[in-house]
């Protein structure tokens, strides 16, 4: 077992990752300490490094266009709670729908093994039900799911495109070739396309955060790589979501990393649509997206196109278990890599049940999202000193495994579960277009130039997709 990390530790490890001066570690302070929520495993620390790296690479980027050196300050409770900001915000004072589809979850399968089956999006529930041959009822899910060998039934519904995963100890994921793959790979990644010229960042206007101006595309949903594009736009990027109506959406989730983000739908099945995003990526600097492997690469959308569309610009990609390996082009999300990859067991171990136990925040989620935006960001000072188009990859497994090495927490399962009054100093109220939010603030404080989103969230299309104010 990995001895445990201390946060500094932690920050200055994913610094040198991406080749970051260790000098410029000096401008970060982080206070607090584990456990700040009820793990076994390193959430507090994790949640901390990851937001600190986004915010001081952020900052390097405004040094870059003749701003200020700043000092970086994140608290390892209000990082805590910003990994958990879905379950903090409120709509008019009230807690929004939950999110969770009725027969989502964990259920025990043949020979005392078990799946988890992630069914939010209705053609995922759909599917699962049609292989089950059942109603739409979770006391039939898992009657039905008894018949079954857990891993069996992963490969078939990870084989016909739905989300489910095996129940394994750690033990048991680090024997599969996809683990020994994520193993060998680094956190995360930031590899050069081509050799296109530098291209100059345009000079910060007075008192602008740090990526004032600079337009991100965010092609993603859910929770990571929406959480990466509300982290952007936090210190200033002109971020504009991408849907399209005929894709679902979870609402509360929605509202949560809406916030600082412009909205736009197109409808990228048909010629009008992928045109109108040509355009919008030939005036963009990053083209942020989570969609299933290769599935805009088969529209014109993948790194190469793009760098050839886009001199210059940085591309980033989210996956559920890595660019290599056997399960590289498999569906997956943070619940179901949390249970794949041993973290459901060895925390209930820890607490000495049977029963599995997830990780008190969507850990995998959060942390990938503020490593996406540490990797743009990083990508976009290389865009301005060494020129190319540059390419970011994140996964959740990655994610876990970077996770996992930060070492386990003596006692932290004994930490209180911190309730919305225990974090209501870290909230802020907002007007949007679902009416008045109570959330999260960014953690990421800096010195000069404080985090905020100047737009409130908004529902899915209420912008058109064009770059000029509207």
């Avoid at 942020?288 to 793009?306: C, H, N, T």
Wanted: a neutral charge; charged letters at 20%; hydrophobic letters at 45%.
């Amino acid at each position: 077992m990995p001895a445990l990390q201390t946060p500094h530790q932690a920050l200055s490890s994913l610094w040198a990752t991406l080749g970051g001066a260790p000098a410029a570690l000096d401008a970060v302070t982080l206070t607090g300490t584990e456990p700040v929520l009820p793990s076994s495993f390193a959430v507090g620390t994790a949640a901390q490094a990851s937001i600190a790296a986004a915010a001081l690479a952020a900052c390097e980027v405004g040094v870059l266009r003749g701003g200020p050196p700043q000092q970086v300050r994140v608290d390892m409770h209000h990082a805590a709670a910003e990994f958990r900001s879905e379950r903090y915000l409120r709509i008019h004072g009230e807690p929004p729908a939950d999110p969770w589809d009725r027969i989502a979850g964990f259920y025990r399968t043949g020979s005392g093994g078990g799946v988890r089956v992630h069914t939010n999006f209705p053609h995922h529930r759909d599917g699962i039900l049609r292989l089950l041959g059942c109603e739409y009822d979770k006391a039939a899910v898992a009657r039905a799911l008894l018949e079954r060998d857990a891993v069996e039934f992963e490969t078939l519904a990870s084989d016909a495109g739905l989300c489910v995963a095996a129940l394994r100890s750690m033990a048991e994921w680090d024997a599969l070739p996809q683990a020994r793959a994520v193993a060998g790979l680094p956190v995360l990644s930031v590899t050069r396309i081509d050799a296109s010229p530098v291209r100059p960042l345009q000079p910060l206007p007075a008192g602008a955060r740090p990526l004032h101006g600079l337009r991100v595309l965010d092609l993603t949903r859910v929770v990571a790589g929406p959480v990466a594009g509300r982290t952007l736009a936090a210190h200033g990027a002109d971020v504009m979501l991408v849907t399209a109506a005929h894709l679902p959406a979870i609402d509360t989730l929605v509202v949560d990393t809406g916030r600082g983000k412009r909205s736009a739908q197109l409808d990228l099945r048909t010629p009008a649509g992928r045109e109108a995003l040509q355009a919008l990526v030939r005036q963009a600097d990053v083209f942020l997206q989570g969609y299933r492997p290769g599935g805009l690469a088969a529209l014109g959308f993948g790194p190469d196109a793009l760098a050839r569309l886009r001199p210059g610009i940085v591309c980033a990609s989210l996956t559920a278990y890595g660019p290599i390996g056997p399960w590289a082009r498999r569906r997956g999300f943070d619940s179901l890599v949390q249970t794949a990859s041993g973290f459901n067991v060895a925390e209930a171990e820890a607490a000495g049940s049977t029963e599995p136990r997830p990780l008190p925040a969507q850990a995998l989620d959060h942390a990938s999202g503020y490593l996406l935006a540490f990797g743009i960001a990083r990508a976009l000072a290389r865009r301005a000193t060494e020129g190319g188009s540059w390419h970011v990859q994140v996964s959740l497994a990655q994610t876990a495994h970077w996770l996992r090495g930060l070492g386990r927490v003596p006692g932290g399962l004994a930490a209180p579960d911190p309730s919305l009054d225990d974090v209501r100093g870290l909230l802020e109220e907002s007007d949007s277009g679902f009416g008045r939010l109570l959330a999260v603030r960014h953690a990421g404080q800096l010195e000069r130039t404080p985090p905020t989103w100047t737009r409130p969230a908004v529902p899915l299309g209420s912008h058109r997709p064009v770059w000029t104010d509207q």
